[in-house]
């Protein structure tokens, strides 16, 4: 069975940091990229971050010098550190690959 599974979203305030962790399911996972996006309230999903299997990341400008993303390829799980969180970063939080989706996990940030 393939699936992909987020932890560790919850409220924080502004300032703050939250970490992100998405397990995945299946060895398709091991062979491709995976990459976080984020959907605000009334908004269109937007992608986050992106950590392909040979090294190479991407971040949304938004997020570049605050959020970090990072892979255990043996573990199947890839991580989003989020530092000096602003009230713009609520929303839920999505891991991705392929076709595949999370369930998403929700970020709050106070001000």
């Known amino acids: 069975q393939v699936y992909l599974t987020e932890s560790g979203g919850g409220l924080v305030q502004a300032g703050g940091s939250l970490r992100l962790s998405c397990q995945a399911s299946?060895?398709?996972?091991?062979?491709?990229?995976m990459a976080w996006y984020r959907q605000a309230p009334g908004q269109a999903r937007e992608f986050v971050a992106q950590k392909n299997i040979g090294g190479a990341f991407a971040y949304a400008d938004s997020v570049k010098g605050r959020f970090s993303i990072s892979r255990d390829i043996d573990a199947n799980t890839v991580d989003l550190q989020m530092n000096d969180l602003k009230p713009e970063d609520t929303g839920v939080y999505y891991c991705?690959?392929?076709?595949?989706w999370g369930q998403g996990t929700q970020v709050t940030v106070s001000s």
């Open positions: 299946g060895s398709i996972f091991r062979r491709n990229y």
């Open positions: 991705q690959s392929l076709n595949y």
